[in-house]
């Protein structure tokens, strides 16, 4: 079965710097797609940004960002500008293609941004 | 917003007492889906549904029944709630874009006393 592994349990960040949040998961299929999920403390999970596996260019919502290095079965997640409101726990998820609905998610990071 | 509302948000029952948690969506979803978010293992999958009646299991099944009669009504029940089912217990939609992703409700929050 497919897993996830967010080795980074806490990390912190100063407010307006960046921060990069590390995630690698191990597949032996060719297409699936990769996701980062923000738990804020209203515990509502939320789709930060997705991508791809067929994709080379990596994917960006505004100050967020990917590194995907498909070879390495990496999936990082980088925050720019970090803000107050980026606290949270984030989830890297990795979803399978076709109609297989077995996705899998890490166990989180959680997220403290400092004033 | 994808519409997604869970019944009730918290509960509180006795080991041994039959639970039902209510998943409800407005957008005509077809596949739905139960988690469970335990501390150290993020979010697993208990059931799904790929529509009226089709439901499979997931990693975390034991315990656990399903049932989905119309679209947007998928629940999940304990049959005899144990302390090891305390959890927050998530419902989710796969949304209609070309990227499978999912989007989930408010959770509930589960304790088993």
């Known amino acids: 079965a497919q897993t996830v592994t967010q080795s980074q349990p806490e990390m912190s960040v100063q407010e307006a710097e960046t921060v990069t949040l590390s995630c690698t998961y191990d597949?032996?299929?060719?297409?699936?797609?990769l996701f980062w999920y923000k738990q804020p403390p209203s515990r509502q999970m939320i789709l930060v940004i997705r991508?791809?596996?067929?994709?080379?260019q990596n994917a960006t919502e505004n100050r967020f960002s990917v590194n995907f290095q498909k070879a390495a079965k990496s999936f990082s997640l980088k925050i720019s500008d970090s803000q107050l409101g980026d606290a949270a726990m984030y989830f890297c998820?990795?979803?399978?293609?076709?109609?297989?609905?077995?996705?899998?998610f890490g166990a989180g990071t959680r997220l403290t941004v400092k004033p | 917003d994808a519409g997604i509302t869970q019944s009730p948000r918290h509960k509180v029952t006795e080991t041994g007492t039959p639970v039902t948690l209510r998943c409800h969506q407005t957008?005509?979803?077809?596949?739905m889906y139960w988690y469970r978010q335990d501390p150290g293992h993020g979010l697993r999958l208990i059931h799904y549904?790929?529509?009226?009646?089709?439901?499979d299991k997931g990693e975390v099944s034991d315990g656990y029944s399903v049932s989905r009669s119309k679209t947007e009504d998928f629940l999940l029940t304990l049959e005899s709630a144990t302390s090891s089912q305390t959890s927050v217990y998530f419902c989710?939609?796969?949304?209609?874009?070309?990227?499978?992703?999912?989007?989930f409700g408010p959770g509930t929050r589960l304790t088993v006393l």
């Open positions: 991508q791809e596996a067929y994709k080379q």
């Open positions: 989710a939609i796969r949304g209609q874009g070309a990227y499978n992703e999912q989007f």
């Open positions: 549904s790929y529509g009226v009646k089709d439901t």
């Open positions: 957008e005509n979803h077809r596949y």
């Open positions: 597949t032996s299929e060719s297409d699936y797609y």
């Open positions: 998820a990795y979803g399978p293609g076709g109609n297989n609905n077995d996705m899998r």
